[in-house]
């Protein structure tokens, strides 16, 4: 009879309860639940028994796509929706229109995450030509997509419509550099952007001019990433004019952008003139330490500074020199990154004082920096001391030159940081070398490190004797560190 079957609410319980989930009448989160078609259609209909959800979040189910048309049918049941992701779904061309006649529904919509749907590319329009003007839409990421030049014309058309846009996220996109121009003019209709993220869309110099241009509009700007655009090198002569004008920017990442020396020294007159600028990245420039241009040094100017990223740039000991100096001067900092840069073996006690002074480091990578026992027992000498009390990561991988003593005085004194979570030691992937007699002390200094979940061990090669104290430290101990 109708009375004994079960209420709307009933089953949606036991349909979250089938995928392992916890019911939630206001956030629907099935990602990576390995959903089924069937499941999808079973979603649709319990639809109109959730008026109040807000969030739909179906990524990481590949399942998804081709069947969205039966989910967007009835989301007019759900009008207070603000969050849908579709991550990873395999959307199809279908999809994407059946999500566009939706937007005519949804009209409370603030974010949308399509990113990681490579049909989505060349298919764009489908889904914007719907979007409607006033459109509430904050957040929108597309990374990834196979995005073609056609669809970022569709998208600098759509600026037009969500004025209230904060976050654009476009990255990996590499055919859309084409079509940054013609975005970055449209631009000036989202004053409101906080994030603008261009990470390896294929831009070249033209399209940096474009959007140097564009960032006159955007002051409320917080995060700018145009990282792994090679063809930007040599561009930034002729488009920093507006960047020094983002004095609200906390985030800038130039990471593998091939700054060439004159590039290098544009950015050491308008870098530190970013007054908030917390992060900075620009790892992979060899011209960065090479260059007689003071941009490293000139960081001192940039105190709010938390993350400090030049890995593999090339630095000599005069750039890192200048950067220590620098360092002296940065009290927040919490990351720092010198990896693959040779010079720092040997000198690690220029940064001597700045790592007394970084009361707040908690993640210091010092990978293939061609290491000697000197500098680890500098670094023990300023854990005992009492400072890098915060440490949480400390990578130490790829240091061959290291000897048996030098790590011996490192695992005794490596108790003290009592915060550290995660350490690598490994070697590089050409070698490999028998662990020597500090391997006891390491496993003594473990038993003190509460936080310590990872350890990486790599090409290390143990005594069968070790390998089983290795094997059995967890369960002697009642840790669960992961020994790689």
């Known amino acids: 009879s109708e009375a004994e079957s079960p209420s709307g609410e009933q089953r949606f319980n036991e349909f979250m309860q089938k995928l392992g989930k916890k019911p939630n009448s206001k956030n629907l989160d099935l990602n990576n639940c390995a959903l089924s078609a069937a499941d999808v259609t079973e979603l649709a209909s319990l639809l109109p028994f959730l008026p109040k959800l807000q969030e739909i979040s179906l990524s990481w189910n590949g399942c998804v796509g081709g069947t969205l048309k039966a989910l967007t049918v009835h989301l007019h049941h759900v009008n207070l929706l603000k969050v849908l992701r579709l991550n990873n779904c395999r959307l199809t061309a279908e999809d994407v229109t059946s999500l566009g006649e939706a937007f005519e529904i949804v009209t409370q919509l603030e974010e949308l995450d399509l990113s990681w749907n490579g049909n989505i590319g060349g298919k764009l329009s489908l889904l914007t030509k719907k979007l409607q003007k006033g459109c509430k839409i904050r957040l929108l990421k597309i990374t990834d997509c196979n995005l073609t030049a ?64 564009a960032l006159q509009h955007l002051a409320e700007l917080r995060k700018l990433d145009i990282s792994c655009n090679k063809e930007i090198g040599g561009g930034f002569k002729d488009s920093t004019a507006h960047l020094a004008s983002l004095k609200k920017l906390e985030v800038l990442d130039l990471h593998q952008c091939c700054v060439t020396e004159e590039d290098v020294t544009v950015l050491s007159q308008v870098i530190p003139l970013l007054s908030s600028l917390q992060e900075l990245n620009l790892s992979s420039n060899k011209n960065v330490g090479v260059s007689s241009d003071p941009l490293l040094g000139r960081l001192r100017f940039l105190p709010k500074l938390k993350s400090v990223a030049i890995s593999n740039c090339g630095l000599g000991k005069e750039s890192f020199s200048s950067l220590a100096e620098a360092a002296l001067h940065l009290p927040e900092l919490e990351i720092l990154d010198l990896s693959w840069n040779k010079c720092v073996g040997g000198n690690l006690k220029l940064l001597l004082g700045a790592l007394k002074l970084a009361t707040e480091i908690q993640v210091l990578r010092l990978s293939s920096c061609n290491l000697v026992a000197e500098d680890l027992a500098l670094l023990t000498l300023l854990t005992q001391d009492g400072h890098l009390a915060r440490l949480r990561k400390l990578d130490l991988s790829y240091n061959n030159n290291i000897s048996d003593e030098g790590w011996v005085v490192f695992c005794q004194g490596l108790a003290v940081v009592k915060e550290l979570s995660e350490l690598d030691v490994s070697l590089r992937p050409s070698s490999c070398r028998d662990c020597g007699t500090w391997f006891s002390e390491l496993l003594a200094a473990l038993t003190k490190l509460p936080a310590l979940a990872e350890l990486g061990m790599q090409r290390w090669v143990l005594s069968e004797s070790q390998r089983k104290r290795l094997e059995s430290f967890n369960q002697d101990n009642k840790r669960n560190i992961r020994f790689d």
């Open 150 to 213: 056609k669809d970022g014309e569709s998208l600098a058309e759509i600026l037009n419509v969500i004025p209230n846009l904060e976050v654009l996220d476009l990255s990996i996109n590499k055919h859309i550099g084409c079509s940054m121009k013609v975005i970055a003019q449209d631009l000036k209709n989202v004053p409101g952007l906080k994030e603008l993220n261009l990470h390896m869309c294929g831009l070249t110099q033209d399209s940096l001019q474009g959007l140097d241009t």
